[in-house]
């Protein structure tokens, strides 16, 4: 089971690249990386999905290292309305897998004036 | 509509009611998810639905029972709850289960049990 550790919780200012890292050191070969975010009594949303290398979005940009044990999402120039819990999930892509995807605590985001 | 619907949005019940929860998507997906989350905890998978039938149910004590009638619609019927059981309680679905791709929630259901 592929276990992500984010931080707990990160500052920034409005207008400000963030990048939050995931650590996921027993990813498995077909396991991809997906990102969500969610609002306070909200459900988690999609954000972005890679596998390797660079993905971006209208929303955000996804960096993985060759080696994939990590992943970084970046959101360019936050605004106070990206003030949200960010969750990292690790798990395979396709159906026929019963492993278990486990999320974490995610990282709580605050953007201030 | 579209998306993920669920209702109530709050619901607050005594240890001795029966309520159900519900949920309704117009995704044309075939997989559907019940998943618990208590504050400072991570989500918890409780009960998954593919094709409508029943393929995972992850120690879910029997006070809570789900119901999967067809692809669109879940329900998750509650009865004599502790307060421990108070939560946001959010349905999802994916084109198939499992899934990390595609997972789209609904807004939950806020259950506060007295």
């Known amino acids: 089971l592929a276990k992500t550790t984010q931080p707990i919780s990160m500052d920034s200012y409005e207008g400000q690249e963030v990048n939050i890292t995931c650590s996921h050191n027993?990813?498995?070969?077909?396991?991809?990386i997906t990102w969500y975010q969610q609002f306070p009594s909200q459900g988690p949303r999609f954000i972005i999905q890679?596998?390797?290398?660079?993905v971006t979005n209208e929303v955000a940009s996804l960096f993985i290292p060759a080696d994939r044990k990590s992943s970084t999402l970046s959101l360019p120039r936050v605004s106070l309305s990206d003030t949200a819990v960010y969750y990292c999930l690790v798990g395979p892509k396709n159906a026929g897998n019963n492993r278990k995807l486990i999320w974490g605590l995610g990282t709580s985001l605050a953007v201030n004036p | 509509e579209t998306g993920v619907t669920q209702t109530p949005r709050h619901l607050v019940m005594g240890m001795t009611n029966k309520k159900s929860l519900k949920c309704e998507q117009h995704?044309?997906?075939?997989?559907m998810y019940w998943y618990k989350q208590s504050a400072k905890k991570p989500l918890e998978l409780m009960f998954v639905y593919n094709f409508k039938e029943q393929t995972e149910n992850n120690s879910v004590p029997s006070r809570f029972s789900p119901e999967c009638p067809n692809s669109s619609h879940l329900f998750l019927h509650l009865h004599t709850l502790q307060p421990e059981d108070s939560a946001l309680y959010l349905c999802?679905?994916?084109?198939?289960?499992?899934?990390?791709?595609?997972?789209?929630f609904g807004s939950g259901t806020r259950l506060t049990v007295v």
């Open positions: 999802a679905s994916s084109q198939e289960a499992p899934a990390v791709l595609g997972y789209t």
């Open positions: 027993n990813i498995a070969t077909n396991d991809y």
């Open positions: 890679g596998y390797k290398t660079k």
């Open positions: 995704l044309g997906h075939n997989a």
